[in-house]
């Protein structure tokens, strides 16, 4: 199987990877212009992108490019101060240190590929058909939950727009069978303007979505959040988000749809940026297993570790045979260098 075709498949799976291609390179070095590699969810890559430096530091841009949700340029060179740009504030292009042997240079440009983002509408109310609209113009796959009885007023409302319809009955089991990987990237909203409101706000917070919104005034969104607080944690119910929507005094259904489509937005891009920063926040514990090479430098994660030498009863580790080699051949010279820093 090509590379594109395994692209189709996970994009078809729905699956979340990145894809790395090499657009310049300096020799010496192993890739070359057009490599791709796919780097998936778990960290896992498929294809070539060059050699274990290379992999390594692609790997880890690859999996907060994921995070970000937006692509990047990263530029690895053994020489920053040979770079025209430096680290850019918006993280868009970036400049990493090549520590291995080589003294080649690459660039690489990663590009996420994400599952379909998922918006689940109850009602069938004027904001759930409005909100439909917009979520089908922004590549939501859109499940409304109504009642056989409504069925009819959505036909007529969507104008032949094809959505996922499910009856108010079926919604917990539907909620139930969804895997957890989509429950989680799940935003909802409750419209169904009174009718079913409360039945389906418990039942969706307690899935516990990404974004849930109850479209209501205040007044009647606090009797609703009243009547589900004793079946709902508080940390649940907090989250709900009443009135739904960016307060920009929407005030027809369009404008409201819009509102709500903002909220998410904003949502789902401060959890992308929260979640890079506890990623970074979290790298002294990830450090305690990982060893420095004491040849080139380089950070080898210690549990994937191909390449040891276990020298006086301490144990060392390195990105490649090469690096082990030379300290195995002349261990004094680097412990004394890495003694000195």
Known sequence: ?????????????????AIATVV??????????????????????????????SRDIIKKQSLEVLNRERPRLVKISPDLSTLSSQVT??????????????????????????EKKQLLIVGASPIAIALTKQGKMQSYDVTMVCEDAERATLAF???????????VKELNG???????TKKRLLEA????????DEET???????????????????????????????????????VRSPAGLDISAKTPNEVAVSILAEMIQLRRMS??????????????????????????MTVDVATAKHSYELDGTMYYFCCPHCRKKFVDNPQKYLAVSSSQ
């Open 24 to 53: 310049s390179r300096k020799a010496p070095v192993s890739s070359h212009l057009g490599d791709k590699a796919i780097v998936l969810e778990d960290g896992s890559i498929e294809g070539f992108i060059g050699g274990a430096c």
């Open 201 to 239: 706000l418990m039942l969706l917070a307690k899935a516990k979505p990404r974004y849930l919104g109850l479209v209501a005034s205040r007044k009647r969104g606090n009797t609703v959040m009243e009547f589900v607080k004793d079946s709902v944690s508080k940390e649940d119910l907090a989250k």
């Open 157 to 167: 409302g969507l104008e032949g727009i094809q959505v996922n319809l499910i009856d």
């Open 272 to 297: 992308a940026s929260k979640s890079v920063i506890e990623e970074l926040e979290s790298l002294p514990v990830m450090q305690k297993q990982e060893a420095i090479d004491p040849v080139c430098g």
């Open 174 to 180: 539907w909620l139930e069978s969804l895997p957890s």
């Open 89 to 114: 504030g918006s993280q868009d292009e970036i400049c990493v240190p090549m520590t291995c042997v080589s003294e080649g240079a690459v660039d690489v440009y990663i590009e996420p590929q994400l």
């Open 1 to 17: 199987m090509d590379a594109l075709d395994r692209i189709f498949q996970l994009r078809s799976e729905g699956k979340r990877f």
């Open 189 to 196: 909203v409750v419209a169904s303007m009174g009718h079913y």
